[in-house]
């Protein structure tokens, strides 16, 4: 998903292996996930996509000025708050048990998607060829 406040920039949805760099978009004061290359294109993130960090996850203050390092490298995305409509959702959660918001994220940041979440990878075979291989392995 990609937040609210990014409903009016070109978004595509996420892939393994896309490489993604944390950045703000114009027309827009949220901060997110552009593909390296891509800058004007959001990449949206479903909840429990799991992405790397090349170092060390920075984040934002309020104000911007004092960023703090999370010691962390890996996250799951994850959506919070959704019952306020008109508030951040789309946050990262850390090993640690930690959660950031993706808005707060310090500007380019580089990061892999390593995995998405199992329901859309389509792992299931159709039953059909699970049948087939029945078919093909009975010996009578």
Do not use: W
Request: net charge negative.
């Amino acid at each position: 998903m990609c937040d609210y406040s990014l409903q009016h920039i070109a978004s595509r949805p996420a892939v393994v292996g896309d490489k993604l760099v944390s950045t703000s978009f114009s027309n827009s004061s949220t901060r997110g996930f552009a593909a390296v290359g891509e800058p004007d294109v959001a990449v949206c993130l479903l909840p429990g996509t799991e992405i790397a960090f090349e170092k060390e996850v920075e984040c934002d203050d309020t104000f911007g000025l004092f960023p703090r390092k999370m010691r962390e490298k890996v996250a799951r995305f994850r959506q919070v708050d959704m019952d306020k409509p008109h508030t951040h959702h789309d946050a990262l959660e850390f090993p640690s048990g930690r959660s950031v918001l993706v808005t707060q994220l310090s500007k380019g940041q580089h990061a892999t998607v390593l995995q998405l979440p199992a329901s859309t990878r389509g792992e299931k075979a159709p039953i059909e060829h699970a049948e087939t291989r029945r078919q093909d392995t009975f010996v009578g």
